[in-house]
């Protein structure tokens, strides 16, 4: 997976060099595929996506510098950094505003709320990284409905994604509840219930052996098995 964007961002194909012509645009990304990897100006300085490889990486957008739902998001993310960290897991945030806007952003929520965002929060100006992402339509002209969030694993894959509008934050627990039951089932080769959370029993893989069908005590034993909590 490649993009480019010209000026102020730099798009990479996988384990190549950067890119010096367009290649063809992005028709959408989906869980699975491999996050198109990019460098650019952060108020961390710049940032290379493929440089999170190794650990997990929540990639998200907001549609402005400034806004109301996005300041509460900022806060309550910075309240939880260490709790993403705990679990070996990155922040990277991206909007259309300019380096300096988020700089005097960052600065005005430390100064209100006494947190500091130290994640990276990367600039978009020209829309290209949001619109690559599938965070801003290609026919848009500003980034007022995205509230996008990517969950990439170490290897570099989405395995996850969620969107909000511009009117609705989003949920920082059920982010982490996330992150955490990728995890989990990953080191288990299990899966997560509905409503599950960490240390709540998960589900056994089902049966694909038809004497195992028949064995099961019960019509559901065969497919629906609890294998206990983990963490």
Known sequence: MYLYCPSTVKWYEAGMNPLTTAPPACVGLRIGDLAPDFEARSTVGPVRLSSFRGRWLVLFSHPADFTPVCTTEFVALAHEMA???????????????????HFAWVRMI???????VRFPIVEDPTLVIGRA?????????????????????????IRAMTCYPANLGRSIPEILRILAGLQVVDAHGALA????????????????????????????????????GQN
């Open 83 to 101: 709790t993403f960290e705990a679990r070996n897991c990155a922040l990277m945030a991206m909007s259309v505003d300019s380096l300096f806007s």
């Open 133 to 157: 992402y599938g965070m801003v339509s290609a026919c848009d002209n500003d980034s007022a409905a995205v509230r996008t969030t990517f969950v990439i694993d170490p290897a570099g894959v």
């Open 193 to 228: 219930p509905a409503n599950w959370q960490p240390a709540d029993p998960l589900l056994e893989a089902p049966a694909h052996d038809l004497d195992e069908v028949f064995a099961a005590s019960d019509a559901t034993g065969w497919f629906l098995r609890d294998m206990g």
């Open 110 to 116: 430390r100064d209100r709320f006494g947190v500091e």
